[in-house]
């Protein structure tokens, strides 16, 4: 049986009722002859095993799809060999590997210009190249333009998969069998050959490559005049923005203007215009952390607290993949119900124009409904691209009562099963709806919505399962510390919150000493309200008691580097950070895996669907409306339990409860009056540093 009859491709799987991860609906493991395998003589720079469209149906605890980042040239060279699009293959940052093939193998080399060699003789991309038993498929340095080169083979590569992909992710160790990039003498297995469709990738479907880049995007989802000025939209789709050298797959982070800002603050979420309460991110999105801008990527974060003024429509996104330092990038404005089928490859992509062809853009401001929910609450519809919706309830403000309507929605959502619906993923006051708009379109998701709302129960009578958790906390851990030197070293020396993040937190809030920000956080009991702040199920939680809600703000920039399990605060709320990468909460310390390497996975979840499962199939360790609770333990203590974690020694201690808004609602109008006086000093603080770093020119007044 071959590859194409025992996998169908993935973007197919998803169009049916919920879409369930294709690992559940549609591979059948494939038993390759162990003759048929690449050896691998030099590894390249960065040289990962991808599939297409990745691991789908997981955004909601923080896994981000991964997946070819150009997925157009990825999914060319499988076609022309007869493979599914999806079919796993090699993805190659500026610079290729050589292989050496056991089997005689039909390949197809796309993407950046490389120099491609088969047993030192060169051959074209764009082709189908057989390479013969025991010879070597060379590919150089990416001479460009373009950033990344596909390798794709007859039969596809065949390794174990995680949650339902084989699609490496570097940053979680996960994926390609190693979940790593590739290493000299490493070995791939390869699926049964399929019968090659053409001798190439037709010309007028090749994608045009260049120094400076058009991207098309959608307004929205938060964008002028609410969060930005009219002059900062202006602003933006009318420059060349420059690609920054530090980018990745995460994001690619970009030079240009400083937006103006329409708000002096964020409130509750931060001080920083930019910063919002935290909402799900869509792959495309223009974040600006701060005042930076960045691309978010496919291995970029699923929820995050900065406003996104314009989003890169999906036929658009495999440009990102292509970005090199010192390209030009320009914003095109496009109308959502326009933009090119992301599921086409021919000429309907539009992807060989060097152009963006644009009949001018909604104008609406990402906005696309608002409605009232009740006499107190409104809900407005955002658009994310040309393939997603961002359902915000109630005003600015963090309220519980909000998060339960959230909870509700998503709730129904899943109960009914919606077909073309791919991914659900919560936020504090939000819930993002992703969907295949070939499926689904957006006019009708949003007329599903509006029904929706009807058939919600009243959130005053939430009951749901809250877990207490008790978790070790390493107070200003020296692995914080570490990161808070290398950001001064490497990004910015003058930031007010350095060098000591709970000094800042102290000012911030108003408190006496740093002795009263330790005894507020191991006071708190913290109520998880989104999963995958920053990655792989970690939490992002606020106290459930406001006295106990210290507010803060985000780096401005982002740190490129955060310990795995730090915990830090921003805005009023805190988070425990899955794994290694970038961040911009403010650390009080550090904690143990909230992720659990060891566990293997059997099968998958649905859209939004948590398994709250104990058992080792499931990485995550917390679930939505658990309340963490700290107990300090020293630096050393900390690194032996987390060792012991590492070791599958997973000993944490949780206690069943439940919540209820109700009781809740009481529990604040009893405390009214002294919940009013914390946050009148609190105010009085934070409007102190606000009026600090305006005359600093933070704020740039």
């Known amino acids: 049986m071959s590859l194409t009859d025992t ?107 490389a120099e491609v060699r088969v047993d030192g003789r060169p051959a074209e991309q764009w082709r189908t190249v057989e390479v013969p038993a025991g010879g070597v498929l060379d590919v150089g340095a990416i001479r460009g333009p373009g950033m990344r080169t596909y390798i794709l083979v007859s039969g596809g590569i065949d390794v174990d998969q995680f949650l339902g992909s084989a699609a490496t992710f570097t940053l979680g160790k996960f994926g390609g069998g190693t979940g790593a990039a590739l290493r000299a003498d490493d070995s791939l297995a390869l699926g049964e050959p399929t019968t090659r469709l053409a001798p190439a990738v037709p010309m007028a479907d090749i994608p045009a490559f260049g120094r400076r880049w058009e991207l098309a995007v959608t307004e929205g989802p938060h964008g002028a005049p609410e969060f930005f000025t009219r002059d900062d939209f202006d602003t933006i789709i009318g420059t060349d923005y420059e690609v920054h050298f530090n980018s990745d797959r995460t994001g690619v982070r970009l030079i240009g203007p400083k937006p103006e800002w329409a708000r002096t603050d964020g409130g509750e979420a931060g001080l920083h215009p930019s910063n919002i309460h935290d909402n799900a991110y869509s792959i495309g999105a223009l974040d600006f952390t701060g005042d930076t801008p960045i691309l978010l990527g496919p291995d970029g974060p699923s929820l995050g607290g900065f406003v996104c003024p314009v989003t890169v429509v999906a036929a658009e996104r495999w440009k990102l993949g292509q970005l090199t330092p010192g390209d030009k990038v320009r914003f095109v404005p496009v109308r959502a119900d326009h933009a090119a089928p992301a599921a086409a490859l021919g000429a309907s992509r539009r992807a060989y124009l060097g152009t963006v062809l644009s009949a001018g853009r909604d104008g609406d401001d990402g906005v696309l409904r608002r409605a009232e929910v009740d006499d107190e609450t409104g809900v407005t519809y955002r658009r994310q691209g040309d393939d997603g919706v961002l359902v915000e309830y109630g005003t600015l403000t963090l309220d519980l009562g909000l998060r339960a309507r959230v909870h509700a929605l998503h709730q129904h959502l899943i109960a009914i099963g919606a077909p073309g619906v791919i991914e659900l993923t919560p936020g504090i006051r939000s819930l993002q709806i992703r969907v295949d708009p070939a499926v689904l379109p957006i006019t009708q998701l949003l007329a599903l919505l509006a029904e929706a709302e009807a058939h919600l129960p009243d959130s005053a009578e939430l009951v749901v399962p809250s877990r207490t958790v008790h978790l070790p906390l390493s107070w200003d851990d020296p692995s914080t510390r570490e990161a808070i030197i290398r950001y001064m070293h490497g990004v910015r020396p003058d930031a007010p919150w350095c060098p000591w993040n709970i000094e800042f937190i102290r000012r911030m809030n108003g408190l006496a000493s740093v002795d009263d920000v330790y005894r507020t956080v191991f006071d708190a009991e913290y109520l998880v309200l989104g999963l995958g702040d920053v990655y792989l199920g970690a939490p992002v939680a606020t106290p459930t008691d406001p006295r106990h809600r210290l507010v803060t703000t985000k ?37 143990t895996q909230v992720w659990n390497h060891r566990a293997r996975p059997a099968g998958t979840a649905g859209p939004g669907v948590d398994r709250f499962a104990t058992d080792a199939e499931t990485p995550w360790l917390l679930r939505y409306f658990d309340r963490i609770k700290w107990h300090p333990v020293e630096a050393d203590e900390l690194l032996d339990l987390r060792a012991d974690f590492a070791a599958g020694k997973v000993d944490v201690t949780a206690t069943d409860g439940e919540f209820r808004l109700a009781d809740y609602r009481e529990f604040l109008t009893d405390n009214a009056s002294s919940i009013e006086e914390f946050r009148a000093v609190q105010a009085e603080a934070f409007a102190a540093e606000r009026q600090s770093w305006r005359s600093a020119g933070e704020l740039g007044d």
């Open 555 to 591: 780096y401005n920039p982002a740190r490129t580097w955060t310990p795995e399990n730090a915990v830090g605060i921003g805005g009023a709320y805190l988070c425990i950070y899955g794994m290694e990468g970038p961040g911009g909460y403010q650390f009080v310390g550090r904690t």
């Open 7 to 113: 996998r169908v491709d993935k973007i197919s799987s998803k169009l049916g009722s919920f879409a369930v991860p294709i690992a559940d609906t549609a591979t059948v493991p494939v038993a390759p002859s162990p003759a048929r395998r690449i050896d691998v003589v030099r590894a390249g720079m960065q040289t990962t095993v991808q599939d297409w469209p990745g691991r789908i149906g997981y955004w909601h605890i923080g896994v981000p799809p991964s997946g070819p980042m150009d997925d157009l040239s990825f999914r060319l060279g499988n076609r022309v060999l007869g493979n599914p699009e999806g079919a796993a293959g090699l993805e190659c940052t500026l610079g290729g590997p050589a292989l050496r093939f056991t089997a005689a193998t039909w390949v197809c080399v796309t993407g950046a210009v």
